[in-house]
């Protein structure tokens, strides 16, 4: 009682404008990070937009509003701004270095593949580029995430890679090294928006957990949910797998802000500057 007393006290004792625990968790303002920018504490939510994209605006501590945007990794370090009603606000994203990783594929189709393969890559590119750009109105359950599994990261978000000695896109989202069959539970409530079994990704579950926050799973082994469904937080959606380019059985989780790929270990309260 007397803890609870205290911390009371202490949070009178804080300024009106003190950061709330989501903006110290969430802003990260690097490529593939996030910015978390204060909005005033108006009436109604406003209007952000970030590269002409709808962004995630919440109110905090049911004080002030803020924008969560997602930093693209091909931003350069300098100055940024959002338009928030219309208003220009600036704000600065810092420098990150991402390291490189080289992988050996036997598969030389899954590093150059024949024009067949190319026009499938480019026809489900279209596919899932579509899904991340959905925006629904719904607010994140949590910001928080939960782990979409229980295991060890392992490839960070944003390695630069090459396969076979070749350089590809870098590395979009977080691994995590666990077993085949293991389940795969929501890290926030929401919606499955799309399910796909592609060349690179594999069998591939979207969920939009709301207001431009999207989920990709991927390299599934199974699939449990269809499209449409509304999953509760925790909910499982299919298991580990090794389908698509992977080099064996792991997660591949990727997770988007304002059709921006940010790095999912912020969410998780894992992130490592
Ligand atoms: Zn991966």
């Known amino acids: 009682m007397r803890l609870v007393c205290l911390f009371t006290l202490l949070c009178l004792a804080l300024p009106a ?7 110290r968790l969430l802003n990260k303002p690097v490529p593939g990070g996030v910015a978390v920018l204060d909005l005033g504490d108006g009436q109604d939510a406003p ?3 970030y590269q002409g994209k709808p962004v995630l605006v919440i109110k905090e501590d049911g004080r002030r509003w803020i924008a969560i945007v997602g930093i693209p990794l091909t931003v350069a370090p300098g100055e940024q701004r959002i338009e928030a009603d219309g208003r220009a606000l600036n704000f600065r994203v810092g420098a990150r270095h991402y390291r490189e990783q080289r992988i050996t594929l036997n598969n030389q189709e899954q590093v150059n593949p024949s024009p067949a393969n190319l026009k499938r890559i480019e026809r489900e590119l ?3 580029s579509a899904a991340y750009r959905q925006f629904s109105p719904r607010q994140p359950s949590n910001l928080l995430l939960d782990k979409p599994v229980d295991g060890p990261l392992s490839s960070p978000f944003g390695l630069r890679r090459f396969f076979n000695g070749e350089e590809r896109n870098p590395h979009s989202g977080l691994d995590f090294a666990v077993g085949a069959g293991t389940p795969i539970k929501a890290p926030a409530a929401g919606r499955v928006i799309l399910i796909g079994d592609y060349f690179f990704n594999g069998k591939t579950v979207f969920v939009d ?3 431009g926050l999207i989920s990709m799973f991927c390299h599934l082994s199974a699939v449990s949910v269809k499209p449409a469904d509304e999953l509760p937080r925790g909910a499982v959606l299919g ?3 090794a389908t698509g380019r992977a080099t064996g059985p792991h997660l ?3 997770l988007s802000l304002n059709d921006a790929r940010v790095d999912p270990a ?3 309260g894992q992130f490592r500057p």
Do not use: D, S
């Not at 404008?17 to 903006?23: L, P």
């Open 17 to 23: 404008q003190a950061e709330g625990f989501i903006t």
């Open 126 to 128: 279209a596919e899932q």
């Open 252 to 254: 591949h989780w990727n």
């Open 266 to 268: 912020i969410f998780i």
């Open 239 to 241: 298991k580990v797998g």
């Open 47 to 49: 209007q952000v937009r």
């Open 209 to 211: 957990h709301g207001q």
